[in-house]
Nanobody, 122 residues
Framework: QVKLVESGGGSVQAGGSLRLSCTVS????????AGWFRQAPGKEREGLAF?????SSIYADSIQGRFTVSRDYNTLYLQMNSLKPEDTAMYYC??????????????????WGQGTQVTVSS
């Protein structure tokens, strides 16, 4: 069984940085793809950044150049720089065994964390 636990969220002023972590227990090495998503109140869930087990990654245009996804043995990270008020949302990590070729809103991801809140003030 795979369990994901996020940490690192919080409140920050615009222009600041945060680093989210997602600790994965159980067979993370078998997860071909792990990603970060966010959902703001009243909005659809958005796929932000996916890190593949081959070391490659894909990003949404909305965060390209500001956020960086990385993974090690049992943790998925999201380094967030130059944060904007519109980045305010609940952030979730998720994992899937199959390869992820494109960003999705969550299709195919069977393992999810509980979420961590990020609030950016202007």
């Amino acid at each position: 069984q795979v369990k994901l636990v996020e940490s690192g969220g919080g409140s920050v002023q615009a222009g600041g940085s945060l680093r989210l972590s997602c600790t994965v227990s159980g067979y993370f090495s078998r997860m071909s793809c792990a990603g970060w998503f966010r959902q703001a109140p009243g909005k659809e869930r958005e796929g932000l950044a996916f890190g593949r087990s081959d070391g490659s990654s894909i990003y949404a245009d909305s965060i390209q150049g500001r956020f960086t996804v990385s993974r090690d043995y049992n943790t998925l990270y999201l380094q967030m720089n130059s944060l904007k008020p519109e980045d305010t949302a609940m952030y979730y990590c998720a994992a899937r065994a199959s390869y992820c070729s494109t960003l999705t809103t969550g299709t195919g991801f069977g393992y999810w964390g509980q979420g961590t809140q990020v609030t950016v003030s202007s």
